[in-house]
């Protein structure tokens, strides 16, 4: 250890000393903020009793107070405060978060949860307490308003002891079946005492009724001689009546057997047998409903009953053969004649220009069955394609690619690398083209210009 000690010192504010202004074992001072270096075996070291850091060891204080904020990156442990302004551990803060949960349940386990169950109102307790204020108590109240029971009932044992207690069915039931006892015996007593009476006049009558009757009976027995002579009579017409009616009976059954022979109804087949299961008569008839016509029996088989009308339609002549051709197919579904007209089966000789439409189409993508004859500018690089590509068909394209742009070409699109890049080069093109139906052949002119090529 070396006998002597050198110590420097600074009185700049914040300054700390470096390893070239102090060596291994020297002092620096900072008098400005009272704080004491030394060079550790090359690393600066603070002491002293107000250290800004401590690099090695522990501190254990018994009391102390600290002004400014600590930054603790390792474990400080505390014991159980005691103070309100002690420090908590963990383990006391989860203690009593877990007493303040104990075992509510999940949905219930927080401030946030508690305030929404009970619709985050801060007064819970007095709207509760207004809302039960409007409810009718268990033990009895007085309504302010209607009560609508619809299908509902009251149920009540009890008898009505006042004017304006509500009743139940029971008890009117008994006292209306004691009223209507009683009506009833009335009713009953009065009916017994016209009875008599009528009893009594019709004694009277009866006996003036005899005396009657006894000068009837003389008429009667006149009357009954001549009722049996009529009662003869008419014995004698109800017989011929019945023989009348017994032949109009069969008279209209034969009529209608008649009628059933000929027209057998609606069948979805021929029959063989009309229907009483006898044999067939030549003239019958029956509607078949399979093919929606008439049918009628020559005597041998069966056949179609033939319209009669005054005109006829194509659609009802079904053994022509042929198809007939009406003045409305002429110019729809059947060409009319023309002498102008070419056909594909015999030389034409034009005499008049024929032309193709021309169709402008600058997407590169060209549909041959819109035409045979195009102009395209394109506006950028684009692939040069063919849509509905038909057999047999050819035709050209003004091709003005005066923008330069780079064409490719489709993989049914057949043309030389050499004229892909001909036409790739800014300027205008013609192109013609011809398909076998499944690909379309390209070529193109170099570019051309008004004055020649």
Same mark, same amino acid.
């Given at each position: ?176 079946? *004691?009223? $209507?006892? =009683?009506?009833? &015996?009335?009713?009953? %007593?009065?009916? +017994?005492?016209? @009875? /008599?009476? !009528? #009893? ?26 001549? *009722?049996? $002579?009529? =009662?003869?009579? &008419?014995?004698?017409? %109800?017989?011929? +009546?019945?023989? @009348? /009616?017994? !032949? #109009? ?205």
């Amino acid at each position: 250890m070396p006998t002597q000690i050198l110590i420097k010192k600074s009185t700049t504010a914040s300054a700390v000393p470096t390893t070239s202004d102090i060596t291994t074992g020297e002092l620096a001072v900072n008098t400005a903020d009272k704080r004491l270096f030394t060079n550790n075996s090359g690393t600066i070291v603070e002491l002293g009793v107000n250290p800004s850091s401590v690099t090695t060891g522990a501190i254990t204080a018994s009391s102390g107070t600290v002004s400014g904020n600590w930054s603790v990156s390792g474990t400080l442990t505390v014991a159980t405060p005691s103070n309100d302004t002690d420090a908590a551990s963990k383990a006391y803060v989860d203690t009593a978060v877990s007493n303040v949960v104990d075992s509510a349940p999940g949905a219930l386990d927080t401030l946030n949860e508690l305030a929404a169950a009970l619709g985050d109102d801060a007064n819970f307790s007095t709207t509760i307490t207004n809302s039960l204020a409007t409810k009718l108590n268990l033990s009895g109240g007085t309504m302010t308003g209607d009560i609508v029971l619809g299908a509902n009932k009251i149920t009540s044992t009890a008898t009505p002891a006042t004017d304006d207690t509500l009743t139940r069915k029971g008890y009117v039931d008994s006292i209306l079946g *004691s009223a $209507t006892s =009683a009506a009833t &015996s009335a009713a009953n %007593a009065a009916t +017994s005492e016209s @009875n /008599a009476a !009528t #009893s009594e006049t019709n004694a009277a009558t009866s006996a003036s009724n005899a005396s009657t009757s006894e000068t009837n009976a003389a008429s009667s027995a006149s009357a009954a001689s001549t *009722s049996a $002579t009529s =009662a003869s009579n &008419s014995a004698s017409a %109800a017989s011929t +009546s019945a023989t @009348n /009616a017994a !032949t #109009s009976e069969t008279n209209a059954l034969n009529a209608y057997d008649s009628f059933d022979d000929r027209y057998l109804g609606a069948k979805a087949s021929a029959p063989t047998l009309d229907n009483d299961g006898d044999a067939l008569i030549a003239g019958a008839l029956y509607f078949d409903t399979t093919d929606d016509k008439m049918q009628v029996y020559s005597g041998s088989a069966w056949g179609d009953v033939a319209p009669v009308a005054t005109s006829v339609t194509e659609a009802q002549i079904s053994d022509l053969g042929t198809t007939i051709v009406l003045d409305s197919d002429i110019g729809t579904t059947v060409q009319g004649y023309d002498v102008d007209t070419l056909k594909a089966d015999v030389a034409d000789t034009l005499t008049a220009p024929f032309r193709g439409t021309v169709t402008t189409d600058n997407d590169l993508s060209f549909d041959m069955d819109v035409t045979n004859f195009f102009k395209c500018t394109p506006t950028g690089n684009g692939t040069l394609t063919f849509t509905n590509i038909t057999a047999g068909q050819s035709g050209n394209i003004w091709f003005d690619n005066s923008g330069g742009h780079t064409i490719s070409a489709a993989s049914t699109t057949y043309i030389a690398s050499a004229d892909l890049t001909t036409i790739s080069t800014a300027g205008v093109y013609f192109l013609s083209y011809y398909s076998d139906g499944a690909n379309v052949m390209v070529s193109a002119t170099p570019a051309v210009t008004s004055a020649g090529a």
